[in-house]
C-alpha cells in the first residue's frame, strides 16, 4: 500500500496531539497475521528480540483491565558505516499502570508492565513503505538498545 503525502502529514499530526490513552477492557492485539517474523527483528534489535516471549506472556496478564498507553515513533538508521544502511520507522505503545492501578487490580505496586508493541515500518524508499510486523518486547531492553544501537534521526513522541 502506497501511502500519500496527506497521509504522511495526517498521521505525523495526530500522534503530535494524542501521544497518551487510556485503554478500558484492554486486549492484546498481536497475532500471527501481523506479527513480525522474528528472525528480522533478531537481525535488527537482537539484545530485545530476546525478551519478545516474556513480554507477551507478561502483557496476556492483563488482558480485560484497564491499560495506560503512551505512544511514539521514531526514525533510524542502524549504527555503522555503511552508506546504503537502511531506513526504519518504530513506531511504538509503551503500556504502563500507576500504582492505584496497579491495586485496583490486585497487584503489587512495586510490579511494573514494562511490556512494548513495536511496529517495524522500512522506509528506506519512501514511495515502497514496507510494514514488517509488530512484536511485544521488554521497554527497558528496548529503549536502551534504541539508543545504543541506532542513529536517531527522528523522534515523535
Request: charged content about 35%; cysteine-free; glycine content about 4%.
Amino acid at each position: 500500500m502506497k501511502i500519500t503525502e496527506l497521509q504522511k502529514l495526517i498521521r505525523e499530526e495526530v500522534r503530535k496531539i494524542v501521544n497518551e490513552s487510556t485503554i478500558n477492557q484492554f486486549k492484546p492485539i498481536l497475532d500471527r497475521t501481523n506479527q513480525i517474523d522474528e528472525r528480522i527483528f533478531k537481525k535488527l534489535m537482537p539484545r530485545t528480540e530476546k525478551t519478545s516471549k516474556e513480554a507477551m506472556k507478561r502483557i496476556l496478564t492483563f488482558e480485560g483491565n484497564t491499560m495506560f498507553a503512551h505512544y511514539q515513533y521514531h526514525i533510524v538508521k542502524p549504527n555503522g558505516n555503511k552508506p546504503d544502511r537502511p531506513t526504519y520507522r518504530l513506531h511504538d505503545i509503551q503500556y504502563w499502570l500507576n500504582d492505584a492501578q496497579m491495586k485496583m487490580q490486585g497487584r503489587d505496586p512495586k510490579e511494573s508492565v514494562n511490556v512494548t508493541l513495536v511496529t517495524v515500518y522500512d522506509i528506506t524508499d519512501p514511495m515502497k513503505e514496507r510494514n514488517l510486523g509488530k512484536i511485544y518486547v521488554d521497554t527497558d531492553s528496548y529503549l536502551d538498545e534504541l539508543k545504543r544501537g541506532f542513529e536517531l534521526i527522528k523522534r515523535v513522541s
